[in-house]
């Protein structure tokens, strides 16, 4: 069971530098998340979508853009990566409808230099 | 403002032992209160939520204490394993949506 998809694991950018972080549930789940998580910091909630072509912005959406074409797969682009985007990305999906997130993707670790 | 205060930040208990990690929050609209276990190098994991109709939440050797009136709730792990090793995160909502309030999280080490 492949659960919640995250891609790439790692990935190292140039500041200015643009780059898409994708995710995809095969749980056929509607609710779907992106958080960052920062040491010492907790998760922090950067979109939230509760289905195909909807999206919330959560606690720290500057910088990011989002993209929710269809029920799997749920995108986080940063258009201009700066060094204060450097963090460990995590993508969520849930069977509760507007509710919390259960399954977590293993994260992206972005380093932007 | 940090809505979720979690302590310790770390801790390091034997086998065996009883691991007691404690959240305290501020806003007192929150009435659903779930626990994350996080192994490194991974995401987190849903372990076990409790609201505040009820005191005691059991789930295998996990327990979540809450006490309403001091705005604190707690997790104890009953005879911990190496394999419970891992970051603990509490977190607090209202209504069990989706914009969760997360604490900073506790490393906790259980030594063989």
């Known amino acids: 069971n492949a659960g919640v998809t995250q891609t790439p694991k790692f990935q190292v950018l140039k500041t200015g530098q643009s780059m898409t972080l994708q995710c995809a549930q095969d749980?056929?789940?509607?609710?779907m998340y992106w958080y960052r998580q920062d040491p010492g910091m907790g998760l922090r909630l950067i979109y939230y979508?509760?289905?195909?072509?909807?999206?919330d912005k959560g606690e720290v959406p500057n910088g990011y853009n989002v993209s929710r074409l269809n029920k799997r797969e749920f995108s986080l682009r940063l258009e201009s990566a700066a060094p204060s985007q450097t963090s460990v990305y995590f993508c969520?999906?849930?069977?509760?409808?507007?509710?919390?997130?259960?399954?977590f993707g293993d994260g992206t670790r972005l380093s932007i230099l | 403002q940090q809505q979720v205060k979690q302590s310790p930040q770390s801790l390091i208990v034997q086998k065996g032992g009883i691991p007691i990690i404690n959240c305290a929050y501020e806003?007192?609209?929150?009435?659903?209160f779930p626990w994350y276990q996080q192994f490194p190098g991974k995401g987190p994991a849903l372990l076990i939520a409790?609201?505040?109709?009820?005191s005691e939440k059991k789930e295998g050797r996990f327990t979540i204490s809450f006490n309403k009136s001091a705005k604190q709730f707690s997790l104890h792990i009953m005879d911990s394993q190496p394999g419970d090793s891992a970051t603990y995160f509490c977190?607090?909502?209202?209504?069990?949506?989706?914009?969760?309030?997360f604490g900073k999280g506790t490393l906790l080490t259980v030594n063989p």
């Open positions: 979508s509760a289905s195909e072509g909807t999206t």
């Open positions: 969520a999906s849930s069977e509760i409808p507007g509710g919390q997130p259960q399954h």
């Open positions: 977190a607090a909502s209202k209504g069990s949506n989706y914009k969760l309030t």
């Open positions: 409790i609201r505040p109709d009820v």
């Open positions: 749980m056929n789940h509607n609710s």
């Open positions: 806003n007192t609209a929150f009435d659903y």
